[in-house]
C-alpha cells in the first residue's frame, strides 16, 4: 500500500514537474521572439531613414 501511494505521489511530482519545465521553456521562447521584434524593428527605421545611394 505504501509503495504505490509513493509511487502516486513520485508519478505527480514528475508531472508537475515537466509542467514547470514546459512554463519556462514557453516564457524564455516568448522573451526570445520579443527580443527579435525589439531588435528588427529599429534597423527597419534606421534603413527606411538612410539615403539611397544609387
Known sequence: MF???E???T???ELE???LEIEK???ENGKVKLAA??????LK???SASP???
Open 3 to 5: 509503495e504505490l501511494e
Open 7 to 9: 509511487k502516486k505521489l
Open 11 to 13: 508519478q505527480q511530482y
Open 17 to 19: 514537474k515537466s509542467k
Open 25 to 27: 521553456l514557453r516564457a
Open 37 to 42: 521584434k525589439v531588435q528588427t524593428k529599429p
Open 45 to 47: 527605421k534606421l534603413y
Open 52 to 54: 539611397r545611394i544609387e
